[in-house]
């Protein structure tokens, strides 16, 4: 009875600050209802309040979760451990950061909403890290898909972002349904739902990490979570979701679901071999390849149609199909013997959520002849009507060139020092394919600042606006990127 | 040494984010006088550097080929092991001073300055921004030739690109964007092939259990005691060499440069010429020639002996068909790089001084003709030789100082141009004397067309173009300070090369005593004293006696 008890006090603090977001995200779905009037208007300035209701609840969540203890757990249904740390962190970073980018972009009406599904989403994405059995996997999965649809249908502004929604929604069902009959294949070899049962059930029957149906579950595991990583062939929503969406829609997408994906790759995929240490993960060789093909694809259909869009948004999406690739090249080669393949990985995701939310923040903040910047001209002479804007940007997008003195720099030569490390053809053939990718990217990142800098300045007579939260998020995002160059230390070391 | 090694870093940096923090409070006339005394201030560091350098002692007997006399680390990155059995690897903050680099240091300063005084009045839109560029770039120069860590090497050799980028592509003549573009993806690019190597050279050193596997000495050293196999050295050193090559650039490899020149402003194409060239020979220097003997011998002799004859010849005679002066000047870059490979590929140490200090000499006297090129141009905006003629009797001061500059261009006796030039072909002479003889030809090639340029320009009767009703004077007291020192230099080199190659032979012997040498009598009349042979390295097996 006491053990019981105090199973349920452990699960209870392993999910304190995921509790604390959605409840938050309760109470603003039940009081926003009723700030608004019948006829769909609000009191103007609402949605500050809400704005700093969801920070304040990030932050508690933050507070929460540091103070209580964090010893590493791994019965029950729910698991503490390094992941968990890891994916908390990045999901509230990101859910702050996006929060700040949401907010002037919604309507006082529906603010409350937003910002509750936001929080929603947050919760979901540590959630996915915190679950320890394939139910909850799901739930935690389902917990960031479900308020998405609703995020990206609350503005409703035109008929594109309804369509750009309805295809989001319906591709992203059929990608649950592809991990949910993934983990009936898994249920269905191991007769357990709970992830600690079914490794120790796989590991005891030899030959269980080859056998068709283990197989079979990997690739449509891996098949599901791909197109939430917008990987190749998953990736065609992407470019229309993004062009029609809001911008702060477009950096949660950029972002969450590929952190989402990771985490619950992680947490399923490396589960039939056994590793006792998801660092160390070491893929069969059928894995391998699939993973390696995706990468390989996914890097190069990315950085290839990324280099025609003339729309910034469609732009972006490519761009993330590609960086897509380059995290996978972390999973595809394998435990490495020098730089960790895992932590390169995940240092690239974290890398990579901070350059594409700050480069969105930023693009959302700027203004164009009075509008905002949807296309690659809206950017000429952006150096001289918004310098700050264009100044950060541009660290951000030399940071996802890789170039020094910007974190994507080293978020590229981790990868690339594991991927050769690893010492096989695959690993060296993987490396190569990234570094031609990086000079392939660089043209299309590179054109964006010359337009920025080097065109003059259009004729216009529009006042020049700042979105200031939003412009506070990119500025947060930019400089990080070099303070995280100059001392890689502080994110390495949160990995390890 | 500590204190003035880190001030002469952090002077450019810090007042370039001055300057592009206070960028809408400056106008030009405040910026330009910030950039003035943060340059001015980083020459004099540089300066006390270089006097502190003569105190350090020589660390003789070192088992590495490459030593820093000075050096100064702190960690930047460690990735723990990732098992019981692999390695633990780090970066490091690795600043280090030798010789070469001092020499380069002094030069990055000193037409920093000259930069800035140079663009006094003709940068007029977004100074601040463009100072604060000129400054990064510095910044991070200086930083490439004190850095002995090879990922300290690779960003900021990398990072140079992006000031540069603007410099072109926004205050650059009408083709500027796509100059710009070209430049940057160009040599993006290339160094990219050269991360390559890198990364694989150092995973191979810290899976062998060298303790800092970044380290340039610590490789340099591993490399000397356990080389690699003549293959995989051949590999390594043609994927490092190739962002080198393009850098440089050698022969194939050219066609962003005349662009770059042409459409840059006066003070890039004075940093570009200058001294951003020489990161490429510099990277040879520092990483190839060292690091793989063997392949240096054996494949790199032949092939960049090669490419440098034909870029002599080639740039030469391309140099003889512009009519725009300061592409003539670019292409006459190509050319006195071919020089300056054929020195450090003469692998001996008459070789790889006379290279080092054709390194120097080409940045003296390139950059102070597109000083002159760019004084021309802000008088009559025109550089085509067909509009211009007779100047000297207009331009008095300014047609003295071009014929000083054009005669230490082309290798005048008496002149710096002339003992680099000749220890560089001496030196190849005993290595391969076809190469030499063949680029010889570069030197009366060189002769021709500057004297051509000379003659039609400057000489007889004078015929301008319309300027309006600007009165065109001579050289101005600005416009002397940035190139007289420029001038006092090349007469120094020129009369008295002996300080500067003491300061170099140290770390040009410990490169030259890696490779055999054809014959011991050759050696004998060397110009430069002697080095102790270092009995370990010269012996050691796997060296290739041709």
């Given at each position: ?496 | ?185 160009y040599t993006f690019t290339a160094s990219l092939v050269t991360l390559v190597g890198l990364v694989a050279l150092v995973l191979a050193a810290a899976q062998a259990g060298v303790a800092s596997p970044t380290s340039i000495p610590d490789l340099a050293a591993w490399l000397t005691a356990n080389p690699l196999s003549r293959e995989l050295q051949i590999a390594l050193m043609l994927a490092i060499s190739t962002g080198f090559m393009v850098k440089i650039p050698l022969f194939p490899f050219h066609t ?213 009703d600007q009165r065109v004077g001579d050289l101005n007291g600005r416009e002397a300070l940035a190139i007289v020192p420029i001038c006092v230099l090349c007469l120094w080199i020129g009369v008295m090369p002996q300080p500067f190659l003491r300061t170099i032979q140290p770390d040009v012997d410990a490169i030259a005593a890696l490779y055999a040498q054809p014959s011991r009598t050759a050696s004998a009349d060397r110009e430069s004293s002697p080095s102790q042979p270092r009995a370990n390295i010269v ?5 290739v006696v041709p």
């Open positions: 009875m006491n053990a019981a008890i105090e199973q349920i006090n452990q699960a209870i603090a392993i999910v304190a600050p995921e509790a604390i977001l959605v409840a938050t995200a309760c109470l603003m779905f039940l009081v926003g209802s009723f700030l608004v009037t019948d006829s769909g208007q609000a009191r103007s300035g609402l949605r500050h309040q809400f704005g700093v209701l969801a920070l304040i609840a990030l932050a508690g969540a933050a507070v929460v979760w540091l103070t209580l203890d964090a010893k590493p757990v791994d019965q029950g249904p729910f698991r503490s451990d390094q992941l968990l740390w890891i994916a908390r962190t990045m999901s509230l970073g990101a859910g702050a950061l996006v929060s700040l980018i949401l907010w002037n972009q919604i309507d006082d009406a529906h603010a409350a909403e937003a910002q509750a599904c936001l929080l929603a989403i947050v919760a979901g994405a540590s959630l996915v890290a915190a679950a320890n059995d394939l139910v909850t996997i799901f739930l935690a999965l389902e917990l960031v898909s479900i308020p998405t649809y609703v995020l990206l249908f609350l503005p409703r502004r035109n008929t594109a972002e309804r369509e750009a929604t309805v295809k989001y929604f319906l591709l992203s069902i059929f990608s649950s349904g592809l991990v949910l009959y993934g983990m009936a294949w898994l249920y269905g070899a191991a007769g357990t739902t709970n992830l600690t049962g079914i490794s120790d059930t796989l590991t005891q029957s030899p030959g269980a990490a080859t056998s068709g149906a283990l197989l079979l579950a990997q690739g449509l595991l891996i098949a599901g979570l791909c197109f939430r990583m917008t990987a190749f062939p998953f990736h065609f929503y992407a470019p229309d979701v993004f062009q029609a969406v809001i911008p702060a829609n477009a950096a949660m997408l950029s972002f969450v679901p590929k952190l989402v994906a990771t985490v619950a790759l992680l947490r399923l995929v490396p589960l039939t071999s056994g590793s006792t240490d998801l660092f160390q993960w070491a893929p069969t060789d059928s894995i391998r390849a699939l993973l390696a093909l995706i990468a390989v694809l996914s890097m190069f259909v990315g950085n290839l149609m990324a280099w025609r869009q003339k729309n910034l948004y469609r732009l972006l999406a490519y761009s993330g199909v590609a960086n897509a690739g380059y995290l996978l090249v972390g999973f595809a080669v394998g435990p490495a013997p020098v730089v960790g393949s895992i932590h390169a990985a995940i240092f690239y995701l974290a890398v990579y959520g901070i350059m594409t939310i700050g480069a969105i923040a930023l693009l959302s903040s700027a203004t164009f002849d009075g509008g905002p910047l949807r296309q690659d001209s809206d950017l000429r002479g952006l150096s001289r009507t918004s310098p700050g804007a264009a100044l950060l940007l541009a660290v951000c997008l030399l940071s996802l060139t890789g170039l020094p003195p910007t974190v994507g720099f080293f978020g590229k030569l981790n990868l690339f020092l594991a991927a050769w490390s690893v010492g096989d053809s695959l690993g060296r053939s993987l490396a190569i394919c990234l570094a031609l990718n990086a000079a392939i990217a660089a043209w299309y990142y590179l054109r964006l600042v010359a337009l920025m800098y080097l065109e003059p300045m259009p004729e216009s007579t529009a006042a020049v606006r700042t979105d200031w939260p939003s412009w506070t998020a990119g500025a947060v995002c930019a400089i990080a990127t070099v303070c995280f160059f100059v001392a890689p230390q502080w994110l390495w070391m949160w990995l390890e | 040494m500590k204190f003035w090694l880190l001030l002469l870093l952090s002077l450019p940096l810090v007042t370039a984010l001055v300057l592009l923090a206070l960028r809408r409070a400056l106008d030009q006339s405040l910026a330009r006088k910030i950039a003035l005394a943060g340059s001015a201030a980083a020459l004099v560091a540089s300066l006390m550097v270089a006097y502190e350098f003569q105190s350090l002692p020589t660390s003789g007997g070192s088992a590495s080929p490459v030593h820093p006399r000075f050096e100064l680390r702190h960690t930047w990155l460690t990735y723990a092991a990732v098992s019981d059995t692999s390695p633990e690897m780090h970066f490091d903050y690795f600043l280090g001073i030798d010789g070469i680099s001092l020499l380069l240091i002094v030069l990055t300063t000193l037409l920093t300055v000259a930069s800035v005084l140079i663009s006094w009045d003709s940068i007029r839109d977004r100074a601040a921004e463009f100072y604060c560029c000129l400054l990064l770039l510095e910044a991070s120069l200086v930083g490439v030739f004190c850095a002995f860590d090879v990922v300290l090497f690779y960003v900021l050799f990398e990072f140079t690109l992006i000031p540069l980028f603007f410099v072109i592509g926004i205050w650059g003549g009408p083709l500027r964007q796509y100059a710009a573009m070209k430049f940057f993806l962003w440069l005349p662009l770059a020149h042409v459409e840059a402003p006066t003070a890039g194409s004075v940093l570009l010429a200058g001294v951003l060239l020489k990161l490429g020979t510099f990277g040879f220097l520092r990483l190839c020639l060292p690091m793989f003997p063997d392949a240096c011998l054996t494949v790199g002799l032949p092939l960049f002996a090669t490419l440098a004859v034909i870029g002599i010849i080639y740039g030469s005679l391309c140099a003889l068909a512009q009519r725009d002066i300061k592409k003539l000047v670019a292409y006459s870059s190509i050319a006195h790089l071919g020089f300056c490979m054929l020195g450090l590929f003469a692998l001996n140490a008459e070789g790889l001084s006379g290279g080092v200090l054709q390194m120097i000499n080409h940045g003296l006297s390139t950059a102070g003709l597109f000083l002159l090129v760019g004084m021309i141009y802000d008088r009559y905006h025109t550089r085509q030789m067909d509009d211009l003629h007779g100047l000297a009797t207009r331009l008095p001061l300014l047609a003295c100082a071009m014929v000083f500059i054009t005669m230490a261009s082309i290798g005048l006796p008496g002149l710096n141009g002339f003992v680099g030039e000749f220890l560089s072909l001496a030196g190849m002479f005993q290595r391969d004397a076809v190469f030499a003889v063949l680029g010889a030809t570069g030197v009366i090639l060189g002769a021709w067309y500057m004297l051509g340029m000379l003659q039609t320009v400057f000489f007889g009767p004078l015929h301008e173009p319309t300027h309006g012996a050691r097996p796997g060296s």
